[in-house]
């Protein structure tokens, strides 16, 4: 059994004298483990650098080994900021935790390409929300998706600022107005793209998609939310005024 593909490093563990267990996320073949041999490729498997990986072992079944070609070394620049290496060490915790092991996603695959992307040129008010959205996609690709489509209560379409925190259904001003501290904020960037977010929206796009991996991927599995995660909504508090 072989296979070639792109990939993004989630982690790596050692494993004896000078090899390594790789972790990864590839576009066809989805979350995948391998082993490494040699201290050769230590440089590569920084977490968000893009290698093109080779995949081979004797049954599907085995762990397999993995030979790498570096394709877009981002770890380097990801660790420069503390904003983007928080994102980083978020994104590459809520992957590994929350993606069954080789299940494709390529779609997801291809939003994380530009959102390390983002991470890596600009602050986390641009990327932010990127992030949130990948978020979002992540739970409909495990079958959790959000339904913001109409309120779950009138079924109408506008003005919807609340999603359901049982039910992961939109709720709208007028349905939600007696329950409002019982439900979540729905912020208006994962409904349109048209007015660029603020901290405040994108801290509510985090408390958002957070509550549902941690009820429905993390919790089930005996986890909690990762703490990389928990720490990237330090990023959306507005800044402290000088002394």
């Known amino acids: 059994m072989e296979w070639s593909d792109a990939a993004i490093v989630l982690s790596a563990r050692p494993h004896g004298e000078s090899g390594a267990i790789l972790d990864v996320l590839t576009r066809e ?3 995948h483990a391998g082993l490494v041999r040699g201290s050769r490729n230590r440089a ?9 990986v080779h995949w081979r072992a004797r ?15 981002r770890a380097g620049a990801l660790m420069e900021s503390r904003q983007a290496l928080q994102g980083l060490n978020a994104f590459t915790a809520v992957a590994g935790g929350a993606l069954p092991e080789r299940m494709a996603y390529p779609f997801l695959f291809d939003a994380a390409e530009i959102l390390l992307g983002a991470m890596m ?16 996609g992540l ?7 959000l339904d913001l489509t109409q309120c779950a209560a009138t079924g109408q ?12 259904r939109a709720v709208s001003r007028d349905a939600g ?32 998609t957070g509550h549902f991996l941690a009820e429905r991927v993390f ?3 005996g986890c909690e939310l990762p703490a990389a995660r928990l720490k990237l909504d330090s990023l959306a508090l507005p800044p402290r005024e000088s002394e």
């Open 29 to 31: 073949h989805g979350r």
């Open 44 to 52: 590569l498997l920084q977490g968000g650098n893009g290698l093109m």
């Open 59 to 73: 049954l599907a079944e085995h762990l397999g080994s993995f030979t790498l070609e570096l394709a877009q070394a």
């Open 121 to 136: 040129d600009q602050d986390f008010s641009h990327w932010g929300p990127l992030y949130v959205r990948w978020e979002a």
């Open 139 to 145: 739970l409909d690709a495990l079958g959790f998706g």
């Open 157 to 168: 379409t506008a003005e919807l600022i609340y999603v359901s925190p049982r039910t992961g």
């Open 177 to 208: 107005a007696d329950y409002a501290g019982r439900l979540l904020a729905l912020p208006e960037f994962m409904l349109s793209s048209r007015n660029a977010p603020d901290l405040a929206a994108t801290r509510a796009g985090l408390a958002l």
């Open 219 to 221: 919790n089930p599995q």
